[in-house]
């Protein structure tokens, strides 16, 4: 089959590699259909190189159709239509049935000390195939996979893989009252559809914060108040208290994380730590990882007193300087976590219809082949083309 793999530093190639087969008596095998680009795909272009090796196939935003059933496998036939959660999780461990299912017990890395396994996401979760391939192997097939009708294009249900409940997790973190108020860092897939799902959900005011010009268009088109932070700045949290008379935002939902802009010192090291050799590299980021935090820090400058921070972008650093006496005098609280992709799915479904009240039918802005994956990253990492969400079609 042919799959996108991982070579080195923004070095992703589509190559020809084995097909995969049932390993396990509850395996699936998955067509893929559509499969989407993630902003945390950047992570592993850009920075988590030494969790990599070369020719591991990336990609944790899959669909497609059943293939092939392991002879365990009794609520899944060839040909009935799926979508894959990234989270590798079984559905029936003490975390699982608690709504966690990115700590699912069966799938924990332990050796690394993490969570759920994840599809196509390094070492540090598993090392699991991912999705960004012309087939996928499904552990769990009776209870991992999304059954979803036939009939309506892929876009309208691919993004129950991530976008929708990682979105959707970090308004239900981020806790806003009945008409309340909510600030959305970063306007990219996550935050541009946390943007949609909190008006959807009743937020009065949803301010979007970016500076890309074609992101804040369409948030704002969407009917969020957007501000641009190259003309703010230093000053954005002025902005935003002047917007909430005086206090700041009920709650503010960081979709930006580790590869946050105004971060030179932080972006320098994640920059060396990508040419070391991977052994060192790796052992580097374990120890003394720092992240571009100024996301984080503009998140707790702008939430009001007594609000709420919900992360939904992704940190990746193991020593990273906290202003723990600013969060304890404001009493923040902080919601953060990959999202649980299975707890949320029975709330989104039925949003998923012609209606289509969170436009998700034409909310990727590329539909490009699998082959042209290579070029869609490097279009996407340089914010090129208008490229906010890109679905590739193996």
């Given at each position: 089959?042919?799959a996108?793999t991982?070579?080195?530093?923004?070095d992703?190639?589509?190559e020809?590699?084995?097909d995969?087969?049932?390993?396990k008596p509850?395996?699936?095998i998955?067509?893929?259909?559509?499969?989407?680009?993630?902003?945390?795909?950047l992570?592993?272009?850009?920075v988590?190189?030494?969790?990599l090796?070369?020719?591991?196939?990336l990609?944790?935003?899959?669909m497609?159709v059943?293939?092939?059933?392991?002879?365990?496998?009794?609520s899944?036939s060839p040909?009935?239509?799926?979508?894959?959660?990234?989270?590798v999780?079984?559905g029936?461990?003490?975390?699982?049935?608690?709504?966690?299912?990115?700590?699912?017990e069966?799938?924990?890395?332990?050796e690394?000390g993490?969570?759920?396994?994840?599809?196509?996401?390094?070492k540090?979760?598993?090392?699991?195939?991912g999705?960004?391939?012309?087939l996928?192997?499904?552990?769990?097939?009776?209870?991992?996979?999304?059954?979803?009708?036939?009939?309506?294009?892929?876009?309208?249900?691919?993004?129950?893989?991530?976008v929708?409940?990682t979105?959707?997790?970090?308004v239900?973190y981020a806790?806003?009252?009945?008409?309340?108020?909510?600030?959305?860092?970063?306007l990219?897939?996550i935050?541009?559809?946390?943007?949609?799902?909190?008006?959807h959900r009743?937020?009065?005011l949803?301010?979007?914060?970016?500076?890309v010009?074609?992101r804040?268009?369409?948030?704002?088109a969407?009917?969020?108040?957007?501000?641009?932070?190259?003309?703010?700045g230093k000053?954005?949290g002025d902005?935003?208290r002047e917007?909430?008379?005086g206090r700041?935002?009920?709650?503010?939902i960081?979709?930006?994380?580790?590869?946050?802009?105004?971060?030179?010192?932080?972006k320098?090291?994640?920059?060396?730590?990508?040419?070391?050799?991977?052994?060192?590299?790796?052992?580097l980021?374990?120890?003394?990882?720092?992240?571009?935090?100024?996301?984080?820090?503009a998140?707790?400058?702008?939430?009001?007193?007594?609000?709420t921070?919900?992360l939904?972008?992704?940190?990746?650093?193991?020593?990273?300087?906290?202003?723990l006496?600013?969060?304890?005098?404001?009493q923040?609280?902080?919601?953060?976590g990959q999202a649980n992709?299975?707890?949320?799915?029975?709330d989104?479904?039925?949003l998923l219809t012609?209606?289509?009240?969170?436009?998700?039918?034409a909310?990727?802005t590329?539909?490009l082949?699998?082959?042209?994956g290579?070029?869609a990253?490097?279009?996407?990492q340089?914010?090129g083309?208008?490229?906010?969400?890109?679905?590739?079609?193996?």
């Amino acid at each position: 089959m042919r799959a996108l793999t991982y070579q080195g530093k923004r070095d992703v190639r589509v190559e020809t590699v084995p097909d995969p087969r049932i390993e396990k008596p509850d395996d699936v095998i998955v067509r893929v259909t559509s499969t989407g680009i993630c902003g945390s795909d950047l992570h592993l272009y850009e920075v988590l190189g030494p969790y990599l090796d070369p020719g591991d196939i990336l990609g944790h935003e899959p669909m497609g159709v059943v293939e092939e059933v392991g002879p365990e496998v009794t609520s899944l036939s060839p040909g009935d239509r799926v979508v894959i959660p990234f989270n590798v999780s079984c559905g029936h461990c003490f975390m699982c049935e608690r709504g966690l299912h990115s700590q699912c017990e069966t799938t924990q890395v332990h050796e690394r000390g993490t969570g759920a396994s994840l599809f196509g996401y390094t070492k540090l979760y598993g090392q699991v195939p991912g999705g960004q391939a012309e087939l996928l192997r499904v552990p769990f097939g009776d209870s991992l996979p999304i059954r979803v009708p036939q009939g309506p294009p892929d876009d309208r249900f691919v993004y129950l893989s991530d976008v929708l409940p990682t979105a959707w997790q970090a308004v239900e973190y981020a806790a806003i009252p009945p008409g309340g108020t909510v600030t959305v860092l970063g306007l990219g897939p996550i935050g541009a559809m946390a943007a949609r799902i909190a008006q959807h959900r009743g937020a009065g005011l949803v301010i979007g914060v970016d500076l890309v010009p074609d992101r804040l268009e369409r948030a704002s088109a969407y009917g969020a108040k957007c501000l641009d932070v190259r003309r703010y700045g230093k000053d954005l949290g002025d902005a935003i208290r002047e917007l909430t008379d005086g206090r700041g935002t009920d709650a503010v939902i960081d979709a930006v994380g580790m590869e946050a802009h105004g971060a030179p010192v932080a972006k320098a090291a994640q920059w060396a730590v990508g040419l070391m050799p991977d052994a060192v590299g790796e052992r580097l980021m374990d120890k003394a990882g720092i992240d571009r935090l100024s996301a984080l820090y503009a998140a707790i400058d702008a939430v009001r007193r007594g609000g709420t921070v919900s992360l939904s972008g992704v940190y990746g650093g193991s020593a990273d300087p906290m202003p723990l006496m600013t969060m304890f005098d404001k009493q923040i609280q902080l919601r953060m976590g990959q999202a649980n992709v299975w707890r949320w799915v029975d709330d989104i479904l039925p949003l998923l219809t012609d209606e289509d009240p969170l436009g998700v039918d034409a909310f990727a802005t590329h539909h490009l082949p699998l082959e042209q994956g290579p070029e869609a990253y490097r279009t996407f990492q340089e914010k090129g083309d208008g490229m906010i969400k890109t679905l590739l079609r193996p």
